[in-house]
């Protein structure tokens, strides 16, 4: 006798063709998105997104951090929701998979579900995070992080862009600031699909991650400061090279993180050279660590010898520097509920899988905070993310959205 659901497919090829559809808007210059948080594009994801959402029966929210709630209902509107989603918002060199497989993925199961006439006892909502990336307004994972009581809504709304525009004047600008307030909605589950955004799935040939946890980061913000003189009639003596420092501090990160595999990693991503012109020493450096380690102390040990590391590199070279954290989250353990939602999800569609851990952040890492929360992975070619070439086979998406479908719908509980 089949299980409840046991059958439930998706449509992929309607999935698919969403992803296209949507990879249409903010298209990179190499095949890929740049879809950033709060542009223009991003407000046109959103209305394609709403206007798919509404087509398929659901009544769409917004709160005060611009995230979108597309609700579908259950038999008791008095259940706790179950919550499937990610994000729409894009690295400047993005793919298009990234994030945008797990809304278009729930979108997904709410279209499947309405196919085959199916009710479920639990309303289900499917959820756009805004500013998951924090490449424009930094930290990662901010609308999240405000929903779970991580930050205050006027702090995010204070986050400014390299051009100085504030995070919650550009929500207005593009017209996505709703009135709902943020946090109040109770969850019975969350759930996430995401590309794996690494090479373990590929590498060994399995169609699903079991996301088990998710490793923890710092971002430290390191702004150096030394003196702009000429680059040819200065003496080497009397340089105060702040380009010099941030080299120097970039190649210790890189060492430290050597030092703790094979899982610790490190790099320096976004950097601001100041005046950078190239006859001048540089005055000052503004660049971004970001170190990751699945393993708490070890993160801890991490910042601790940079912090150390970078103020003997400075005082070495005469230069000045301070070191601000601009995001950070321990690592995260996932429900066990749904963990093994999802593990018997992909046993009784037939897909191979095994536990992994995440590399990268996700809102699904703030949520797991204020409810019990769980990911679905998917491979991605090469391992290759926040690269335009982000590629994933349209099997790989069938997968993690039938999985994802039925980790959803079981929590959600059909009704006969
Ligand atoms: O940084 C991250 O891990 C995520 O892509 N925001
Ligand atoms: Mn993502
Ligand atoms: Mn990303």
Same mark, same amino acid.
């Given at each position: 006798m089949a299980q409840p659901g046991e059958n439930l497919r998706i449509n992929a090829d309607r999935l698919w063709d969403s992803l296209m559809e949507m990879a249409k808007i903010g298209p990179g210059i190499a095949g890929g998105n740049n879809r950033q948080t709060l542009t223009d594009e991003d407000g046109e994801a959103r209305a394609l997104f709403k206007r798919w959402c509404e087509d398929a029966g659901m009544t769409v929210s917004v709160d005060e951090m611009g995230t979108m709630f597309a609700r579908r209902e259950g038999t008791d509107p008095d259940a706790l929701p179950v919550y499937v989603g990610s994000h729409l918002d894009t690295q400047p060199t993005g793919g298009k998979y990234d994030g945008v497989l797990g809304v278009l993925g729930g979108l997904e199961i709410v279209r499947s579900l309405n196919d085959l006439g199916i009710r479920t006892k639990h309303p289900i909502v499917v959820t756009n995070w805004t500013n998951e990336e924090g490449t424009r307004f930094a930290p990662a994972m901010l609308a999240s992080g405000v929903f779970a009581g991580l930050h205050e809504r006027d702090w995010a709304y204070d986050r400014t862009d390299r051009d100085g525009k504030r995070f919650g004047d550009e929500l207005q600008r593009i017209g996505w600031k709703g009135d709902e307030p943020v946090g109040q909605r109770k969850m019975k589950a969350f759930f996430e699909l995401h590309i794996e955004q690494g090479p373990i799935l590929e590498d060994e040939d399995i169609d699903i991650g079991v996301v088990t946890h998710g490793q923890g980061q710092k971002w430290l913000q390191v702004t150096i400061t030394g003196r702009e003189s000429h680059t040819g009639s200065t003496p080497m003596y009397k340089r105060r090279n702040a380009g010099l420092g941030m080299a120097r501090v970039t190649e210790l990160v890189h060492e430290v993180a050597m030092d703790y595999q094979p899982n610790a990693v490190g790099a320096v991503g976004h950097v601001e050279v100041y005046p950078n012109s190239r006859n001048i020493i540089p005055g000052k450096t503004v660049f971004t660590v970001d170190i990751r380690s699945p393993d708490k102390k070890i993160l801890d040990m991490m910042d601790a010898r940079i912090r150390e590391g970078a103020a003997a590199i400075c005082e070495a070279l005469d230069v000045g520097h301070e070191i601000e954290q601009v995001g950070h989250f321990d690592p995260v353990t996932f429900d066990e509920g749904c963990v093994k939602a999802v593990r018997d999800a992909a046993d009784r569609l037939g897909y191979s899988h095994r536990n992994i851990v995440s590399g990268a952040g996700h809102d699904a890492c703030w949520i797991n905070r204020v409810a019990p929360t769980a990911m679905v992975m998917c491979p991605c070619v090469d391992g290759l993310?926040?690269? $335009?070439? $982000?590629e994933i086979d349209p099997e790989w998406a069938q997968a993690g959205a039938d999985v994802l479908f039925h980790a959803v719908v079981e929590t959600a509980e059909i009704m006969p």
């Open positions: 993310s926040h690269n $335009e070439a $982000e």
